[in-house]
């Protein structure tokens, strides 16, 4: 479980899968739970919490053992093996978040009526 503090930098990544060809073509939401929940968000709740946007293309060749980006490229959809390629972005909490644990969901839709998800649970430190 990712460990942080409220406005502290989180970074997130998803696999490109071949899902997307054109650049900025695509956006993935990121949206958060209210504190401890008690049972899991609705699609409705994560919707209407958004905290960051970012842009579904934004991948690499990977990133080194800082977790810093290696070659951030537009074209990677391009290449063979573009599946693999590891893309994601960074971005800020929210300043006010409480103490405790959230869910967090990024969500993006490469197509017309076809939405693709991934989630973390993380915990907020004083």
């Avoid at 800020?92 to 978040?97: C, K």
Wanted: charged share 25%.
């Amino acid at each position: 479980m990712t460990v942080k503090k409220a406005g502290e930098r989180l970074c997130i990544r998803w696999p490109a899968k071949g899902h997307q060809y054109k650049v900025g073509a695509t956006s993935v939401y990121i949206g958060i739970s209210g504190v401890n929940p008690t049972r899991d968000p609705t699609q409705e709740e994560f919707s209407s919490q958004r905290i960051a946007t970012l842009d579904y293309n934004n991948c690499t060749e990977g990133s080194d053992e800082d977790g810093e980006d290696l070659n951030p490229c537009d074209g990677c959809f391009n290449l063979p093996k573009d599946d693999l390629k590891p893309c994601g972005g960074c971005f800020n909490l929210p300043s006010n978040l409480q103490v405790g644990y959230y869910a967090v969901q990024w969500r993006w839709s490469p197509q017309v009526r076809s939405w693709y998800t991934s989630c973390a649970d993380i915990k907020i430190i004083e």
